[in-house]
């Protein structure tokens, strides 16, 4: 699927996830400063919040990469205050995975630590993700 805009998520023939998906391309490529990033990253965490409470085990992943996604742009606007909560609550979802997921999950976390200027809690999230072993290819 082409993801060109938004509009890809109201495109016939679509899954939920797919749509999602789109949603999170299409706010990745927007401009630094552009409002239109922050407005169509929500929906996408908020469509995937519902996703996952469906199916937990088969969409929690899709969340935590919404909530990430979320976090770095708000991150890149100056506002760790409001990407702190988004970077925990994806750590937290990324936990039982382990693995690449968590340590994705830890350096948005860490980001969000030192734009709060809370360097020690920062450099102790990227021992954590240093210290996560890497997992066999399957």
């Not at 938004?6 to 990745?28: F, W």
């Not at 085990?57 to 742009?73: D, I, M, P, S």
């Not at 990227?126 to 072993?133: F, M, R, S, V």
Request: with cysteine; net charge positive.
């Amino acid at each position: 699927m082409t993801r060109n805009g938004p509009d890809d998520a109201t495109r016939k023939g679509t899954s939920e996830a797919q749509a999602i998906e789109g949603l999170l391309a299409y706010a990745q490529s927007r401009p630094r400063w552009g409002r239109a990033a922050l407005k169509v990253v929500s929906e996408a965490v908020a469509r995937s919040r519902a996703l996952a409470r469906e199916s937990p085990g088969e969409h929690t992943a899709l969340l935590a990469r919404c909530l990430r996604t979320a976090a770095k742009l708000l991150l890149k606007r100056g506002r760790a205050v409001e990407a702190l909560p988004l970077a925990l609550e994806a750590v937290a979802l990324t936990r039982s995975v382990g693995g690449a997921p968590l340590v994705v999950s830890l350096h948005c976390l860490a980001a969000a630590l030192e734009g709060l200027h809370r360097y020690s809690e920062a450099a102790a999230t990227l021992a954590e993700a240093d210290g996560i072993p890497p997992q066999p290819d399957d």
